[in-house]
């Protein structure tokens, strides 16, 4: 069985620019949850979403959004780029909700902003 | 407030050497703990998820123990190699008829190199 994956792995935007990450979750799998690391805050959770719906919201602005299609694929958006925002995205898969059952991660999205 | 500490932030050990990390939380109710082992770069791997109910629980050279009385969990990794520098992050899921499936709290993480 494939993995989580998410594309791309590496990108480098300007400030002020938006991105899109993509995260393809483990088949069969409905949840995914979206988290932002960076050396100096570790793991923050940013959001999930499952079966199409965000279910729950970290305490980040509303630069950063992000939706599930119907095949569970979900993507994440951050506009208006900052320096801040520069950082490790990764998306974890699980059966159903993130409490409940085990998660897998992806690789990761290592965004960087010049 | 939800917190999960751990400790020591970072640890240098002998390869072969044994080597223990803790976990403190807050959360309560609590459904579920686990550790992930992450490399650098990479992605959180999941090595143990344990509920309130068990005590212990192994993974080849990783054993994770839980103490839900006083809240604490610790990773014991045994014979350790030099694959085994990397982060280990120790993840809690609330549970409770109000707090299930609500979001996980991750600690810090300790980072762990394991010299030759």
């Known amino acids: 069985k494939a993995g989580v994956t998410q594309t791309p792995r590496y990108l480098i935007k300007t400030r002020g620019q938006q991105v899109t990450l993509s995260c393809s979750p483990i088949s069969g799998h409905r949840s995914v949850s979206w988290y932002q690391q960076t050396p100096g805050q570790g793991l923050q959770f940013l959001f999930e979403?499952?079966?199409?719906?965000?279910?729950n919201k970290g305490n980040f602005p509303g630069r950063f959004s992000g939706r599930q299609f119907s095949n569970s694929r979900s993507e994440m958006n951050v506009s208006t780029l900052e320096l801040g925002d520069s950082a490790l995205y990764l998306c974890a898969s699980s059966l159903g909700i993130q409490g409940a059952y085990e998660q897998y991660f992806g690789p990761g999205t290592r965004l960087t902003v010049t | 407030k939800n917190q999960v500490e751990q400790s020591p932030q970072s640890l240098i050990i002998l390869e072969g050497k044994n080597c223990t990390l803790q976990c403190n939380y807050t959360v309560s109710p609590f459904s579920n703990l686990r550790w992930y082992k992450q490399d650098t770069g990479r992605g959180p791997v999941s090595l143990t998820i344990?509920?309130?109910?068990?005590n212990t629980k192994s993974n080849g050279r990783y054993t994770a123990t839980l103490d839900a009385d006083t809240k604490q969990s610790s990773l014991h990794i045994t014979a350790s190699q030099l694959s085994d520098s990397a982060s280990y992050i120790c993840?809690?899921?609330?549970?409770?008829?109000?707090?299930?499936?609500?979001?996980?709290?991750f600690g810090g993480g300790t980072r762990l190199m394991v010299n030759p």
């Open positions: 979403y499952f079966s199409e719906t965000q279910r």
């Open positions: 344990m509920t309130f109910s068990e």
């Open positions: 993840v809690v899921s609330p549970g409770g008829k109000d707090n299930a499936g609500n979001m996980l709290t």
